[in-house]
């Protein structure tokens, strides 16, 4: 299947095991940058951006920008749901960790949007983040 083609049960979404060749390591070497978050506010001149690897659906990478100074994630990735457990360095000073899960859209220009629901070990609120993916200059 394409990129682009529906897969069925996936609510429209395309086959997010990435195209031929790609050994299903759809989010491997892509970028993206956070547009909202529950948790804070979005700096549109520097917001979060993450750098994605994966193999065999294990995902891993790194973020910086707006409040953060430097994070790591690891996890893994099971078709268009991500799970992920994540540590960063503030820019007010102090750390910050905790788990998530993503769902995977496609959006109509063929980039990938990952809607992340959330929450930071010690405080049970739940937040939602939304990133969409950068395109190399």
């Known amino acids: 299947m394409s990129d682009t083609t529906p897969s069925p049960g996936l609510s429209g979404s395309p086959d997010t095991s990435g195209p031929p060749g790609a ?11 956070m547009v909202s978050s529950t948790a804070s506010e979005v700096n549109a001149d520097e917001p ?5 690897r994966e193999a065999n659906g294990v995902i891993w990478g790194g973020y910086t920008g707006d409040t953060v100074i430097h994070g790591r994630f690891v996890g893994t990735r099971d078709d268009d749901r991500i799970e992920l457990t994540y540590a960063h360095a503030l820019k007010a000073g102090g750390r910050a960790a905790g788990r998530s899960t993503s769902r995977i859209e496609w959006l109509p220009d063929g980039r990938l949007r990952l809607v992340e629901e959330f929450a930071f070990d010690g405080d049970d609120t739940p937040q939602v983040s939304v990133c969409e993916e950068i395109r190399p200059a």
Do not use: N, Q, V
Not at 23 to 33: I, V, Y
Not at 48 to 52: I, M, N
């Open 23 to 33: 050994s299903g390591d759809l989010l491997d070497g892509r970028a993206f940058a």
């Open 48 to 52: 979060t951006r993450f750098h994605y």
